[in-house]
């Protein structure tokens, strides 16, 4: 009888072998994972690129004189650089008046929203009545027209009622179309709220105002905040009812642009570009200061508690 005796160094090699498989099997982990973020950051770049290739042609033309601007094939990097266009706005004052107008008729249009939204999408989230879903498919249902359709209609009104060429017309026009989105917004956050808490403010004594005013609206300041952001720009960008439904001295700066730097043979583009580059910086502020805010608004009614 024979007996086979396994020596130490034959009786480790599988643990050596299962330590190299395990190291080769790291590194091509490793290597995958890297790959893929090398990946993911080069696709970012690009589509970052991408984006940004409009904001960087406008500040490049906004630089750029008149020459350069028309010239062809046009220089990505410019030889010249002027700050003249944009010392020419301090100086014509009716682009300031278009200025004024529109923030004047944005910050009233976001308000305004904000309020009617706030009390609408409280009585759809906690009140229960007869024509409630009714009237929510209602509201729903006005976003799906299209807002040019509706012009002719708003001008026929607003001229019976006398409120053409005036602040007044402006602001309601553009609260027509942004009401509906702030209402649903605010109702998604409104039902995230517990009815508890607001059964217990009840028994505490406080009423339905004050729960709103008190209790409610404190919690769901993101989301109002979201929602008047979004009416804000609404009433900032506008164009065509702001050049139908009020005239040179109330319109507001998408209108005003094209009519004091397009014209019918010729376009200015470089003070264009200036102008526009200026009047987008109250935008683009406003959603530094105010952006966890608005992504916590944008989010906070998505998840029912």
């Known amino acids: 009888m024979t007996t086979t005796t396994t020596s130490p160094l034959s009786a480790t090699e599988p643990l050596k072998r299962a330590a190299r498989t395990g190291g080769s099997t790291?590194?091509?982990?490793?290597?995958?994972?890297?790959?893929?973020?090398?990946?993911?950051?080069?696709?970012?770049?690009?589509?970052?690129?991408?984006?940004?290739?409009?904001?960087?042609?406008?500040?490049?033309?906004?630089?750029?004189?008149?020459?350069?601007?028309?010239?062809?094939?046009?220089?990505?990097?410019p030889t010249e650089l002027t700050l003249h266009n944009f010392s020419a706005l301090a100086e014509n004052d009716q682009l300031l008046k278009y200025l004024v107008n529109s923030m004047i008729v944005a910050t009233i249009t976001a308000v305004l929203s904000v309020v009617v939204a706030t009390y609408?999408?409280?009585?759809?989230?906690?009140?229960?009545?007869?024509?409630?879903?009714?009237?929510?498919?209602?509201?729903?249902?006005?976003?799906?027209?299209?807002?040019?359709?509706?012009?002719?209609?708003?001008?026929?009104?607003?001229?019976?009622?006398?409120?053409?060429?005036?602040?007044?017309?402006?602001?309601?026009?553009?609260?027509?179309?942004?009401?509906?989105?702030?209402?649903?917004?605010?109702?998604?956050?409104?039902?995230?709220?517990?009815?508890?808490?607001?059964?217990?403010?009840?028994?505490?004594?406080?009423?339905?105002?004050?729960?709103?005013?008190?209790?409610?609206?404190?919690?769901?300041?993101?989301?109002?905040?979201?929602?008047?952001?979004?009416?804000?720009?609404?009433?900032?960008?506008?164009?065509?009812?702001?050049?139908?439904?009020?005239?040179?001295e109330k319109q507001t700066l998408p209108p005003g642009l094209v009519s004091t730097y397009i014209g019918e043979f010729q376009t200015a583009w470089p003070e264009l570009m200036a102008a526009s580059l200026v009047v987008s910086i109250p935008v683009v502020v406003a959603f530094m200061f105010l952006q966890r805010y608005l992504v916590g608004g944008m989010t906070a009614g998505s998840v029912k508690s």
């Open 120 to 248: 609408m999408g409280y009585s759809f989230s906690k009140f229960r009545y007869r024509g409630r879903r009714s009237l929510m498919h209602l509201v729903l249902a006005s976003q799906m027209f299209p807002q040019a359709l509706l012009l002719v209609t708003l001008y026929t009104v607003f001229s019976s009622f006398g409120l053409l060429n005036t602040y007044t017309a402006l602001v309601l026009s553009f609260t027509t179309f942004t009401m509906p989105l702030c209402v649903w917004m605010l109702k998604g956050i409104f039902d995230t709220i517990p009815d508890a808490l607001l059964e217990a403010a009840s028994i505490d004594g406080a009423s339905r105002w004050r729960t709103l005013h008190s209790i409610v609206a404190p919690l769901a300041a993101p989301g109002m905040i979201a929602a008047g952001l979004f009416a804000f720009v609404r009433g900032w960008n506008d164009f065509i009812f702001a050049l139908t439904l009020a005239d040179k």
């Open 26 to 77: 790291r590194r091509r982990i490793r290597k995958d994972l890297l790959r893929s973020r090398i990946a993911a950051w080069s696709a970012v770049l690009v589509i970052g690129a991408f984006g940004m290739l409009p904001v960087y042609w406008l500040l490049v033309t906004a630089l750029s004189t008149t020459d350069q601007a028309f010239q062809f094939p046009p220089k990505l990097i």
